[in-house]
Protein backbone atom coordinates (compact mmCIF):
# COMPACT_ATOMS: atom_id res chain seq x y z
CA UNK A 1 0.00 0.00 0.00
CA UNK A 2 1.40 3.92 -0.91
CA UNK A 3 1.33 6.45 1.79
CA UNK A 4 -1.13 8.58 3.75
CA UNK A 5 0.02 12.28 3.70
CA UNK A 6 -1.24 14.40 5.50
CA UNK A 7 -1.14 18.16 3.09
CA UNK A 8 -2.46 21.39 4.00
CA UNK A 9 -4.77 22.85 1.51
CA UNK A 10 -2.48 25.89 1.28
CA UNK A 11 0.72 23.91 0.38
CA UNK A 12 -0.73 22.07 -2.50
CA UNK A 13 0.45 22.86 -6.08
CA UNK A 14 -1.92 22.35 -8.75
CA UNK A 15 0.36 21.03 -11.03
CA UNK A 16 1.12 17.79 -12.16
CA UNK A 17 -1.22 16.11 -9.59
CA UNK A 18 -0.33 12.36 -9.10
CA UNK A 19 -2.14 11.33 -6.29
CA UNK A 20 -4.89 11.09 -5.03
CA UNK A 21 -6.81 14.10 -2.61
CA UNK A 22 -9.22 13.35 -0.06
CA UNK A 23 -10.97 16.56 1.68
CA UNK A 24 -10.88 15.74 5.58
CA UNK A 25 -12.51 18.90 6.85
CA UNK A 26 -16.23 19.80 6.84
CA UNK A 27 -15.90 23.19 5.26
CA UNK A 28 -13.89 23.96 2.06
CA UNK A 29 -10.85 25.83 2.65
CA UNK A 30 -11.33 29.47 2.55
CA UNK A 31 -9.86 30.78 -0.63
CA UNK A 32 -8.63 28.02 -2.09
CA UNK A 33 -10.07 27.23 -5.50
CA UNK A 34 -12.03 23.44 -6.47
CA UNK A 35 -9.53 23.34 -9.97
CA UNK A 36 -6.51 24.06 -7.45
CA UNK A 37 -6.94 21.54 -5.08
CA UNK A 38 -8.76 18.88 -7.03
CA UNK A 39 -10.10 16.07 -4.95
CA UNK A 40 -11.13 12.99 -5.66
CA UNK A 41 -13.35 12.54 -2.18
CA UNK A 42 -14.93 14.86 0.50
CA UNK A 43 -17.05 13.01 2.77
CA UNK A 44 -17.98 15.89 5.39
CA UNK A 45 -19.78 13.02 7.60
CA UNK A 46 -16.34 11.36 8.48
CA UNK A 47 -15.26 15.04 10.38
CA UNK A 48 -15.89 15.73 13.74
CA UNK A 49 -19.54 16.71 15.18
CA UNK A 50 -19.88 20.53 14.86
CA UNK A 51 -20.20 20.86 19.25
CA UNK A 52 -16.97 18.43 19.40
CA UNK A 53 -14.96 20.76 16.66
CA UNK A 54 -16.39 23.59 18.88
CA UNK A 55 -15.60 22.26 21.98
CA UNK A 56 -11.85 21.49 21.51
CA UNK A 57 -11.30 24.43 19.33
CA UNK A 58 -12.53 27.00 22.39
CA UNK A 59 -10.26 24.53 25.05
CA UNK A 60 -13.86 23.31 26.79
CA UNK A 61 -11.71 19.80 26.26
CA UNK A 62 -8.54 19.00 26.11
CA UNK A 63 -6.55 17.94 23.62
CA UNK A 64 -6.77 14.03 24.41
CA UNK A 65 -10.53 14.34 25.44
CA UNK A 66 -11.03 15.35 22.01
CA UNK A 67 -9.05 12.66 20.87
CA UNK A 68 -10.92 10.10 22.59
CA UNK A 69 -14.39 11.63 21.88
CA UNK A 70 -13.39 11.68 18.27
CA UNK A 71 -12.38 8.35 17.80
CA UNK A 72 -15.64 7.11 19.55
CA UNK A 73 -17.52 9.15 17.32
CA UNK A 74 -15.41 7.34 14.27
CA UNK A 75 -16.42 4.04 15.55
CA UNK A 76 -20.09 4.70 15.73
CA UNK A 77 -20.23 6.29 12.22
CA UNK A 78 -22.05 4.19 9.90
CA UNK A 79 -20.31 5.71 6.73
CA UNK A 80 -16.42 4.77 8.55
CA UNK A 81 -16.32 1.81 7.01
CA UNK A 82 -17.17 2.55 3.21
CA UNK A 83 -14.82 5.67 3.72
CA UNK A 84 -12.14 3.54 5.06
CA UNK A 85 -12.69 0.98 2.03
CA UNK A 86 -12.27 3.72 -0.94
CA UNK A 87 -9.17 5.15 1.08
CA UNK A 88 -7.51 1.80 0.83
CA UNK A 89 -8.49 1.14 -2.97
CA UNK A 90 -6.75 4.63 -3.43
CA UNK A 91 -3.81 3.28 -2.04
CA UNK A 92 -3.37 0.56 -4.02
CA UNK A 93 -1.81 2.42 -6.53
CA UNK A 94 -1.71 6.62 -5.44
CA UNK A 95 0.15 8.16 -2.48
CA UNK A 96 -3.34 9.55 -0.57
CA UNK A 97 -2.98 13.10 0.36
CA UNK A 98 -5.40 13.97 3.46
CA UNK A 99 -6.26 17.64 2.64
CA UNK A 100 -7.30 19.69 5.61
CA UNK A 101 -7.59 23.58 5.99
CA UNK A 102 -6.02 23.60 9.17
CA UNK A 103 -3.60 25.94 10.40
CA UNK A 104 -2.02 24.47 12.83
CA UNK A 105 -2.03 20.06 12.23
CA UNK A 106 -1.28 19.23 15.22
CA UNK A 107 -4.25 21.30 16.97
CA UNK A 108 -6.77 19.38 15.02
CA UNK A 109 -8.27 15.88 13.83
CA UNK A 110 -6.70 15.30 10.79
CA UNK A 111 -3.85 12.86 12.72
CA UNK A 112 -6.90 11.09 14.50
CA UNK A 113 -8.02 9.79 10.79
CA UNK A 114 -4.81 8.81 9.55
CA UNK A 115 -4.64 6.92 12.83
CA UNK A 116 -7.79 5.17 12.41
CA UNK A 117 -7.25 4.78 8.65
CA UNK A 118 -3.75 2.98 9.36
CA UNK A 119 -4.49 1.64 13.04
CA UNK A 120 -2.81 -1.04 13.94
CA UNK A 121 0.40 0.43 12.72
CA UNK A 122 0.98 3.72 13.84
CA UNK A 123 0.17 5.92 16.84
CA UNK A 124 -1.02 9.54 16.34
CA UNK A 125 0.95 12.18 18.30
CA UNK A 126 -0.69 13.65 20.95
CA UNK A 127 -3.04 16.73 20.45
CA UNK A 128 -1.59 19.94 21.53
CA UNK A 129 -3.27 22.37 23.57
CA UNK A 130 -4.45 25.66 21.40
CA UNK A 131 -1.59 28.20 21.33
CA UNK A 132 -3.38 31.98 23.30
Same mark, same amino acid.
Given at each position: ?7 ? #????? %??? @? *?? /? ?9 ? !? ?27 ? #????? %??? @? *?? /? ?9 ? !? ?50
Amino acid at each position: MKDLVIKR #AYDIK %DDN @K *KE /KRVLIDRLWPR !GVSKDKLQIDLWDKSITPTSTLRKNFHSN #AISGE %DFE @K *KY /KKEIENNKNWD !GFKKKINEFRKDDTVYLVTGAKILDHSHTFVIKEMLERGCCKSPKIKKARK
